[in-house]
T-cell receptor
Framework: ELKVEQNPLFLSMQEGKNYTIYCNYSTTSDRLYWYRQDPGKSLESLFVLLSNGAVKQEGRLMASLDTKARLSTLHITAAVHDLSATYFCAAYHSGGSNYKLTFGKGTLLTVNP | DAGVIQSPRHEVTEMGQEVTLRCKPISGHDYLFWYRQTMMRGLELLIYFNNNVPIDDSGMPEDRFSAKMPNASFSTLKIQPSEPRDSAVYFC???????????FGPGTRLLVL
């Protein structure tokens, strides 16, 4: 059974600082997803990482994937208040035609002035 | 495109009552997913369909839960009878083959008293 673990689960940071959220998964998966959820809202897709070494960037967020280490990271550069949200990573079971996503517990990010 | 549409957005019911949640996927999407989100268990996949056919229902908690997809533009998730532990936010998501991203609906907040 695929397990996805995120850390930290809670992150409070100051504006302007940098930080990284980590996502580990337990079995082979070659696709990793990052989503953002604002309080009381739905999930918004941020990044889809499809291969080992994949790196994607959007604004102050950058995601990377290391399939050998079974690790993805979401790096936040010079945080601003608008980035406050819960961030989820999710991985697919690899192989076959099963499209079942397993989500991590989420990281609640609070950016303080 | 209007995105994934869910109804109702909020539902309050009493224990023992039947609850029906509805979802309209994005036009042209051939995969539909039902998720449940709670504080304790996080985001869990309940069931998903491909071309209206249920593919994996291993996440459906018990026989009180059932899901149908009578056509490409409509799906229901039914709980009968409902119990207080079913209180959660239920999300519907859809995707199209060949595109990795799942697009989530706004969710239905269910409270069973």
């Amino acid at each position: 059974e695929l397990k996805v673990e995120q850390n930290p689960l809670f992150l409070s940071m100051q504006e302007g600082k940098n930080y990284t959220i980590y996502c580990n998964y337990s079995t082979t998966s070659d696709r990793l997803y990052w989503y953002r959820q604002d309080p009381g809202k739905s999930l918004e897709s941020l990044f889809v990482l499809l291969s080992n070494g994949a790196v994607k960037q959007e604004g102050r967020l950058m995601a990377s994937l290391d399939t050998k280490a079974r690790l993805s990271t979401l790096h936040i550069t010079a945080a601003v208040h608008d980035l406050s949200a819960t961030y989820f990573c999710a991985a697919y079971h690899s192989g076959g035609s099963n499209y079942k996503l397993t989500f991590g517990k989420g990281t609640l990010l609070t950016v303080n002035p | 495109d209007a995105g994934v549409i869910q109804s109702p957005r909020h539902e309050v019911t009493e224990m023992g009552q039947e609850v029906t949640l509805r979802c309209k996927p994005i036009s042209g999407h051939d995969y539909l997913f039902w998720y449940r989100q709670t504080m304790m268990r996080g985001l869990e996949l309940l069931i998903y369909f491909n071309n209206n056919v249920p593919i994996d229902d291993s996440g459906m908690p018990e026989d009180r839960f059932s899901a149908k997809m009578p056509n490409a533009s409509f799906s229901t998730l039914k709980i009968q009878p409902s119990e207080p532990r079913d209180s959660a936010v239920y999300f519907c998501a859809s995707r199209v083959a060949g595109v990795e991203t799942q697009y989530f609906g706004p969710g239905t907040r269910l409270l069973v008293l």
